[in-house]
C-alpha cells in the first residue's frame, strides 16, 4: 500500500479528520491535481476552520491558481487564527506571506 492509498483507507475511518485530508491534499498536489488539493483544502476550511495548517498551503494555491481574493482572504483569516492560538511562527509566516503577495 502506497501512501496515498493509506490515507484513503485511514480517511475511510474517520472522514471528517482534517489531518489526514490535508495530507491526502498534498498528495494531490504532488500529481499536479490541484483541483482535487483545493477541493480538500475548503472542505477542511468549512468544516475544521481551526485546523491551523490549512492557511499558508490553500492561500499559496489559490494564488498559483489566480484566485488572490480568496488567497488574501485565507491569509488574513489564518493570521487572525495564528493570533488566536498563541502561534507567533505560524503567525509571522503568514505575515510574511501577506506582505509579498499584498501589500
Known amino acids: 500500500m502506497n501512501r496515498k492509498e493509506f490515507i484513503i483507507s ?14 491526502l491534499a498534498l ?26 495548517p490549512l492557511y499558508y498551503t490553500y492561500a ?18 489564518g493570521i487572525e487564527l495564528a493570533a488566536l492560538l498563541n502561534k507567533e511562527k505560524v503567525k509571522s509566516e503568514l505575515n510574511q506571506l501577506f506582505e509579498l503577495y499584498f501589500d
Do not use: C, H, T
Not at 504532488?30 to 476552520?49: D, Q, T
Open 27 to 52: 498528495e494531490y498536489l504532488k500529481e499536479n491535481n490541484r483541483g482535487e488539493a483545493i477541493s480538500l483544502f475548503n472542505n477542511i476550511y468549512e468544516n475544521s476552520p481551526n485546523y491551523l
Open 60 to 77: 499559496i494555491n489559490l494564488i498559483e491558481l489566480g484566485d488572490v481574493d480568496k488567497a488574501k482572504e485565507m491569509v488574513k483569516k
Open 10 to 23: 485511514e480517511l475511510k475511518n474517520n472522514a471528517k479528520d482534517p489531518f489526514n485530508q490535508y495530507l
